[in-house]
């Protein structure tokens, strides 16, 4: 009798854990979530033998401070990079913005973007299974990059709502200085649930390592994967996901919104370029959570992250202030904030992926790229995009995606592609046939973005209008959408 409870008990126990898998093709992604395929059944004397799995200790407390490090990277790194460059009397309003656009996606993502973003339905999103978190326990687990090694779901469930909150907080300082506070809100709200979730499913959702047992098990895996997914698009930490989504809705922002009255005409210096360069170091410090974090397990992978997001990002500051005095003469701290974030942007999907040499080359072309970015392809754009989000966040987030398919190759010292079948990384790696997926993956993410953006945009200026008045603008948002100042006069 004890050992048909115990068989029974440890059944249940493999199904539930089955049920709540999670991860992603190591080292592409953060991750995602779903039903792990049953596995083989085992013989009744070594299924009684066999232990329940439980979370991994190490790698739960890592996650833990991963998850703080992006809460310090949006509030207050981000809020405080926008906000210093913005003029002061539209400090509050960026900082207002960034600080509660976070809140509110902080509650959609429980309410019902996890259950979209990671369950399993179509290749472009899920359901309603886990809405209000439904059946998510502190006894729930997730699956990490590594067969049979797990943490609380629940810990990857307050990760990826940090992800999804800084993706639509970036997307602000495209408009910032000219929109109505309620019409960022809404936008935030109907571009989350229509762009990020769907392209976070795409790129991110599949059932798991441990479903993974032979070619056949591959192939349903596959057939159940996120389209992008399943096309074997690489993104270890939210090139498209996250950077270039978000860029292409802030880009689509600043022509719907218009241009600040006085472009071009009068100066709109940043105000605070101690406070931007305060915030640049709050994000790079945050980013290491952020893409080392992205791993799931602390490991040999954790910290060739963390090493690719230090030297990516140094190697872009050096390049952008190089470009900078070869072009204007003078090396500028705007610029080697800037040139660090533009690292830290290109880094971000390669950075499990590609060995320190190849994360240096990616942060010294992405830092001339996106130093032309704000400068050369913002004057052919013709947008007022007040903050460069896409000359840094969209053009670094290119390079970065592309550039990952060449230098995760092995022979260029890349990690390749993980076989979960052979438990080995592929041996036959193609750099050109992989540019050509990561190509897709940015195209995809590029016109579905822009597409819903639109869409959102427009009905919300029908609705309730997107811009404050000139008045109000020329007072400044502080004032006129908030009532406060930032500084005492």
């Not at 029974?8 to 992603?24: E, H, I, K, P, T």
């Not at 339905?121 to 797990?150: C, H, Q, R």
């Not at 109505?180 to 709200?189: D, E, N, P, R, W």
Request: hydrophobic share 55%; net charge negative.
């Amino acid at each position: 009798m004890k050992k048909l409870l115990a068989t029974l008990a440890l059944g249940l126990g493999l199904v539930f854990a089955s049920g709540v898998a999670m991860a992603d093709d190591p080292p592409a992604n953060p991750a995602a979530t779903a039903a792990a395929a049953e596995a083989p059944a085992a013989a009744p004397a070594q299924a009684a033998a066999a232990p329940a799995p439980v979370p991994n200790k190490g790698d739960t407390a890592w996650m833990t401070v991963a998850t703080i490090l992006v809460i310090l990277m949006t509030i207050p790194g981000l809020a405080l990079f926008y906000g210093g460059l913005v003029r002061s009397k539209n400090m509050l309003s960026v900082l207002m913005q960034v600080f509660v656009v976070s809140s509110l996606i902080y509650v959609l993502w429980v309410l019902y973007g996890y259950s979209v973003a990671f369950t399993s339905s179509n290749p472009f999103f899920g359901t309603f299974d886990k809405i209000m978190l439904k059946g998510v326990t502190v006894e729930s687990l997730g699956a990490t990059f590594s067969k049979g090694v797990y943490i609380p779901e629940l810990t990857f469930v307050a990760f990826q709502a940090t992800f999804a909150a800084i993706t639509c907080a970036l997307i602000v300082g495209a408009f910032a200085e000219r929109m109505k506070f309620s019409a960022v809100l809404l936008f935030c709200a109907l571009w989350f649930t229509f762009s990020y979730l769907p392209v976070a499913h795409m790129v991110w959702y599949w059932d798991g390592p441990d479903a993974i047992t032979d070619a056949a098990s591959l192939e349903k895996v596959t057939a159940a994967a996120g389209w992008l997914w399943a096309k074997g698009a690489l993104d270890f930490a939210g090139g498209t996901v996250v950077h270039i989504n978000a860029a292409v809705a802030g880009l689509v922002g600043a022509y719907m919104v218009g241009k600040r009255v006085g472009y071009g005409k009068e100066s709109m210096a940043p105000h605070s370029l101690t406070l931007t360069m305060v915030g640049a170091a709050l994000l790079w410090v945050g980013w290491f959570g952020f893409n080392a974090g992205s791993n799931l397990e602390a490991n040999g992978l954790t910290a060739l992250a963390f090493v690719n997001t230090l030297v990516a990002t140094a190697a872009a500051t050096l390049a952008w202030i190089a470009g900078e005095a070869l072009s204007k003469g003078k090396a500028s701290m705007l610029g080697a904030a800037s040139g660090a974030v533009a690292g830290l942007v290109a880094i971000t999907p390669a950075c499990g992926f590609v060995g320190p040499g190849g994360a240096i080359i990616i942060g010294l072309v992405a830092g001339l790229l996106c130093l032309w970015g704000v400068n050369g392809l913002k004057r052919m754009l013709g947008a007022d995009d007040t903050l460069d989000v896409f000359g840094v966040h969209g053009v670094g987030g290119i390079v970065g995606a592309l550039l990952t398919g060449v230098f995760a190759a092995p022979s260029l010292g890349g990690t390749g592609v993980y076989d979960y079948v052979a438990n080995a990384a592929n041996p036959d790696y193609n750099i050109v046939g992989q540019v050509w997926i990561q190509t897709q993956a940015v195209l995809t993410t590029i016109v579905w973005s822009a597409v819903v953006s639109l869409i959102a945009y427009k009905l919300i200026d029908l609705v309730i209008g997107l811009r404050v008045s000139e008045e109000e603008e020329r007072e400044g948002l502080d004032i006129s959408s908030h009532g406060e100042t930032a500084y005492n006069r």
